[in-house]
């Protein structure tokens, strides 16, 4: 109790520079991550349960394209409206059948799938020297085709 009254000053200043850290911290913290409690998509997203692609249907149209004797693996992902597909041809594929791999791949999806989500189709092989690959093709939901990039 002699401490206390001995450092009263010290410990009231002590305390209110907590505090005043505590409410930096928070509005830091705010000025960081200001909308945290806001989905990442917004409302983006909003009718996707209409149109839900399933892993049946990706694994479906993965297993089709490995039947493809040009194709050496494939992988799919899904983040919001885009699916991605990576597809991995032998590095003596020439760009027309490769690019065919991508207009393949969407016979898999009605109509409704096509019209709500994107299409990202990277072409890739594992040489490294390679002038043709990698080629990312886009397809946007309002577009008929894919349109093609060489990265």
Request: charged share 30%; aromatic share 12%.
């Amino acid at each position: 109790m002699e401490f206390i009254k001995k450092h009263k000053f010290k410990l009231i200043g002590l305390f209110i520079l907590v505090i005043l850290m505590l409410f930096a911290f928070l509005g830091i913290k705010e000025l960081i991550y200001p909308n945290n409690r806001i989905s990442l998509y917004g409302n983006r997203l909003e009718g996707i349960e209409d149109v839900k692609i399933s892993d049946k249907k990706l694994k479906e149209s993965k297993e089709e394209l490995l039947k493809n004797k040009n194709v050496e693996k494939v992988s799919t992902d899904i983040k919001g409206r885009i699916i991605n597909y990576i597809i991995e041809v032998k590095p003596d594929t020439d760009l027309v059948t490769s690019k065919s791999l991508a207009t393949k791949l969407l016979e898999f999806f009605s109509d409704k799938e096509k019209e709500y989500y994107d299409f990202q189709v990277f072409l890739v092989t594992n040489e490294e020297d390679n002038e043709l690959y990698p080629m990312i093709g886009y397809k946007h939901k309002t577009s008929v085709g894919f349109v093609w990039m060489n990265s």
